[in-house]
């Protein structure tokens, strides 16, 4: 069964950098597409982004000049920064796995709700 | 991007009714066109992929339909574990997109 994780700061302040950890169990993330998704309190999901099993990005031009996701094999790992946050970037956010070539989400770990607060 | 819209927002239903969720896309999709439900502090879960497959576990009272740029989503008979909130979401090109939502509540 493969399980997600995310970890991180719960509070960052305005202007600085909101950085992110998910951890992956009961399966490779050489494998598959890995994506985050957030969700502002009350309101729908928005697709940040997404890493490949060869290590490509693809990013929401909403985003993208402040958002980075890399991963690290080795920890089995894959994380997300997204910098100059500001209150509009308070969310939960999610690490969730992408299945197949017009993908669907299909795994997605708890969340982690980071406030943007000073 | 491509904007999905469902409707309605919101709907309020009776334990035993069927009930239809429609999402409309800006532009045609074919049948990428997946469907989740999401509880209060939980993640969404998928219930439905390329627009009328249904995942496994899913009770079979639940199914999809559509193509292009229109979609349904039917639960047949409502169950009390199924009041919840359902998003509808395009495949089809990145930046994947979502419906805003559709809040299923009780009569």
Known sequence: ?118 | DIQMTQSPSSLSASVGDRVTITCRASQRIGSYLNWYQQKPGKAPKVLMFAASSLQSGVPSRFSGSGSGTEFTLTISSLQPEDFATYYCQQSYRTPYTFGQGTKLQIK
């Open chain 1, 1 to 118: 069964q493969v399980q997600l994780l995310e970890s991180g700061p719960g509070l960052v302040k305005p202007s600085e950098t909101l950085s992110l950890t998910c951890t992956v169990s009961g399966g490779s993330i050489r494998s598959y597409y890995w994506s985050w998704i957030r969700q502002p309190p009350g309101k729908g999901l928005e697709w940040i982004g997404h890493i490949s099993n060869s290590g490509s990005t693809k990013y929401n031009p909403s985003l993208k000049s402040r958002v980075t996701i890399s991963a690290d094999t080795s920890k089995n790992q894959f994380s997300l920064k997204l910098t100059s946050v500001t209150a509009a970037d308070t969310a939960v956010y999610f690490c969730v796995r992408e299945l197949g070539q017009q993908p669907e989400f299909d795994y997605w770990g708890q969340g982690t709700l980071v406030t943007v607060s000073s």
